[in-house]
Nanobody, 116 residues
Framework: QVQLVESGGGLVQPGGSLRLSCAASGFNVGNYAMSWFRQAPGKGREWVGR????????NYSDAVKGRFTISRDNTNNTVYLQMNNLEERDTAVYSC?????????WGQGTQVTVSS
């Protein structure tokens, strides 16, 4: 059974940092591309970044490029999202996702609030 569990969210001041975790079970994160999305209050879901299976190749949205870093730990079967220099506009629920064939799986998300 595929399961994704995000953690690490919280309240942080502008300019601060957080590291989100996406712990996977039921599959190996090293065998699939994994993505992070976020959804701010009253807005649609926004793609944040992606780490591919091979390479890996990591891509980011323009909104987070240079501030966020995605990494993967195959031993712990976890994907991370390191977020630095956070801004109030980064406030959102952050979720990880994986696509397997015709199925897409999501975690429950973790809330990140950036506020002074």
């Amino acid at each position: 059974q595929v399961q994704l569990v995000e953690s690490g969210g919280g309240l942080v001041q502008p300019g601060g940092s957080l590291r989100l975790s996406c712990a996977a079970s039921g599959f190996n994160v090293g065998n699939y591309a994994m993505s992070w999305f976020r959804q701010a209050p009253g807005k649609g879901r926004e793609w944040v970044g992606r780490i591919t299976r091979f390479g890996p190749i990591i891509n980011y949205s323009d909104a987070v490029k240079g501030r966020f870093t995605i990494s993967r730990d195959n031993t712990n079967n976890t994907v991370y999202l390191q977020m630095n220099n956070l801004e109030e506009r980064d406030t959102a629920v952050y979720s990880c996702t994986v696509v397997m064939g015709t199925e897409q799986y999501w975690g429950q998300g973790t809330q990140v609030t950036v506020s002074s």
